[in-house]
């Protein structure tokens, strides 16, 4: 295993990462920003970022390697994976304590949140995906600094499989892990915080490397625009193969390289770097580089911190709640904006306890449908009518 952790261009490259946050905040001193300033950058009102706390969150479908990401990044066993069966049935976010180099080495002060979830397109069906999601929003809505106010994860994690064939359409497990993405409200529009984890990418026949990359890149493309169609915006696509040792990856200096001999996990480093100065978010960067450039990690500290259990669908009856997302996950995107809208009236009611009312539809005008519908009767009706009555006085002629 390679010592990450005492390589020199490692150290290096942290320290260069951490003095970019001084020029961005144009400070004169070679002294790379502190933790507190970083914390006042980051907390900025054009930038919704947790002043106090770092997050990278993984997200994606069962089996595509979001716990193997994890293991990977940080040079790790720690994260129990599986081959078969999902192995993530809970949210939780793992503590990495990392100290910032402008700080002193014993002081460990900043904490990179890692946050591993329950896949969606899970094989117990579309039930259980609702479980998950509402899982991940309690995680949310109980977790200590996210809970207080609005703000956006650093980082996304969006991690897709290279060998799912079928990326295109609105039953496609790429269309349905991004519908359930849209219900949590945690990407940020105006300061993109998404990066799509392409996993398994030599997975694909790579042999004839020209042909491997034409696929990549197909892959891509299809991925970016499903993106914006979703969200409106851009997100750059890395390649990642976390099976390194089954698939002869060689080895260059503390990296291995991809079939375009890409050098990973530095092709997602930088990536994630690039996202977190073009957004400003010092704190973020400060942490992110100290962090998974490994020169601070320390695997003793590396430890779970909160955490929600997923609702076993197979056990266990679902939650109002969970039923809700089950709507929400059963229909299109489009349709999915519609049922929210009704679900949100419906939770309000079963908080205060209120009577239902009539149903009505975004412009507020109720049972329209049925209208439209005893309208249409009613001149068939009268059309049909009216024929019987012209043939009646015709044969009476």
Not at 20 to 44: D, F
Not at 251 to 278: A, H, M, W
Not at 308 to 313: E, Y
Not at 352 to 364: D, F, I, M, R, T
Request: hydrophobic share 30%.
């Amino acid at each position: 295993m390679r010592n990450w952790q005492t390589t020199k261009s490692y150290k290096e490259k942290v320290s260069r990462s951490v003095r970019q946050c001084k020029n961005l905040t144009a400070m004169a001193s070679e002294k790379p920003p502190s933790n507190e300033q970083g914390r006042k950058q980051s907390s900025g009102k054009s930038l919704k970022r947790c002043p106090q706390h770092a997050s990278v969150l993984l997200i994606g479908s069962t089996g595509d390697g979001k716990s193997d990401t994890i293991n990977h990044l940080l040079n790790t066993d720690t994260i129990n994976t599986g081959s078969y069966e999902p192995e993530t049935r809970e949210t939780v976010e793992y503590l990495v304590a990392v100290n910032n180099l402008a700080d002193n080495e014993d002081d460990f002060d900043l904490k990179l949140g890692i946050i591993d979830t329950p896949g969606f397109n899970d094989p117990r069906g579309i039930k259980q995906d609702a479980c998950n999601l509402q899982c991940i929003k309690q995680f949310f809505e109980t977790h200590s600094q996210y809970s207080k106010a609005k703000c956006y994860l650093n980082l996304i994690f969006l991690v897709i499989s290279a060998n799912e064939h079928r990326m295109v359409g609105k039953n496609s497990k790429l269309a349905n892990t991004l519908r359930a993405l849209q219900q949590l409200d945690v990407v940020d529009k105006h300061h993109p915080n998404v990066v799509v984890v392409l996993t398994f990418c030599c997975s694909v026949s790579h042999h004839n490397v020209q042909k491997w990359g034409t696929v990549m890149e197909e892959k891509k493309n299809v991925i970016s625009r499903s993106i914006h169609e979703a969200f409106g915006m851009e997100a750059p696509v890395v390649l990642l193969e976390n099976d390194r040792e089954s698939n002869d990856l060689e080895n260059d200096g503390d990296f291995t390289l991809l079939p375009n001999s890409e050098r990973q996990p530095e092709n997602l480093y930088k990536v994630c770097q690039k996202i977190l100065e073009d957004n400003g978010d010092l704190f973020g960067l400060s942490t992110f580089s100290a962090g998974l450039a490994k020169c601070n990690v320390k695997k003793q500290y590396l430890v779970a911190g909160h955490k929600v259990l997923a609702n076993d669908s197979s056990k266990n009856p679902i939650s109002e709640d969970e039923q809700d997302f089950l709507n929400i996950l059963r229909g299109s995107s489009e349709d999915g904006k519609e049922v929210m809208k009704s679900i949100e009236i419906g939770r309000k009611r079963r908080r205060s306890g209120s009577k239902p009312e009539l149903l009505q539809n975004s412009n507020g005008d109720c049972c329209r449908p049925c209208i439209k519908i005893t309208i249409c009767v009613v001149v068939i009706l009268a059309v049909v009518f009216s024929g019987i009555i012209y043939v009646i006085y015709e044969y009476a002629l």
